[in-house]
């Protein structure tokens, strides 16, 4: 009996090609009886079956990388207008991970403060190695002077307002709608 090779591939697609042709360079082109058509399907079958675990674990893997990566990506969706002297990923990531907080019920906004070492902490986890101690200090700074936080006894979103600029009037109205997204 002669094996039909394309069907054997197309029952088996999961392995790889140089699995499936080293089976195949193994087995011979010519004929064979059942007893040898048999050990190379399950031969063929187990490869596969290999290949497929190896597939769903390298999925979940990438699913779970993915999930991580879009979970540390939040700040990106916080749509604000930012100078060019500032860092945009450094701004965003302040309001959103050290005073909006995703993950927290509570929003650091008017009397509910939050040390400055906790957010620099909570962005520095967040950024990874992108932080630089400058850009977060000069984020830092540009919102103190927009009036979009204030700075007494801890840090906090200035919700009433006061003594807001232009500018941090818009980030204030964009860090309200984007905050009751996650509540």
């Not at 700040?75 to 930012?82: L, M, P």
């Not at 830092?140 to 927009?146: F, I």
């Not at 979103?157 to 003594?163: A, H, T």
């Given at each position: 009996?002669k094996i039909d090779w394309?069907?054997?591939?197309?029952?088996?697609?999961?392995?790889?090609?140089?699995?499936?042709?080293?089976?195949?360079?193994?087995?011979?082109?010519?004929?064979?009886?059942?007893?040898?058509?048999?050990?190379?399907?399950?031969?063929?079958?187990?490869?596969?079956?290999?290949?497929?675990?190896?597939?769903?674990?390298?999925?979940?893997?990438?699913?779970?990388?993915?999930?991580?990566?879009?979970?540390?990506?939040?700040?990106?969706?916080?749509?604000?207008?930012?100078?060019?002297?500032?860092?945009?990923?450094?701004?965003?990531?302040?309001?959103?991970?050290?005073?909006?907080?995703?993950?927290?019920?509570?929003?650091?906004?008017?009397?509910?403060?939050?040390?400055m070492e906790t957010i620099?902490?909570?962005?520095?986890?967040?950024?990874?190695?992108?932080?630089?101690?400058?850009?977060?200090?000069?984020?830092?700074?540009?919102?103190?002077?927009?009036?979009?936080?204030?700075?007494?006894?801890?840090?906090?979103?200035?919700?009433?307002?006061?003594?807001?600029?232009?500018?941090?009037?818009?980030?204030?109205?964009?860090?309200?709608?984007?905050?009751?997204?996650?509540?």
């Open positions: 009996m394309k069907a054997m591939r197309r029952k088996y697609g999961t392995m790889s090609s140089a699995d499936f042709f080293t089976l195949r360079r193994l087995a011979g082109s010519g004929e064979v009886d059942e007893a040898t058509l048999q050990s190379i399907d399950l031969l063929l079958s187990e490869a596969d079956e290999k290949a497929l675990a190896e597939k769903r674990a390298w999925e979940a893997t990438v699913v779970k990388e993915l999930g991580e990566l879009s979970a540390s990506m939040i700040h990106r969706a916080f749509n604000i207008k930012i100078p060019k002297d500032i860092d945009g990923e450094h701004l965003k990531a302040y309001l959103v991970y050290g005073l909006i907080r995703p993950s927290q019920r509570r929003i650091y906004a008017g009397k509910k403060t939050v040390k620099q902490q909570f962005v520095r986890n967040k950024l990874g190695t992108y932080f630089d101690e400058a850009k977060f200090t000069a984020a830092h700074e540009w919102l103190l002077r927009n009036g979009v936080i204030s700075d007494n006894h801890g840090i906090a979103l200035n919700i009433s307002g006061k003594n807001t600029t232009k500018d941090g009037q818009q980030i204030l109205s964009e860090a309200k709608r984007f905050s009751l997204g996650f509540r």
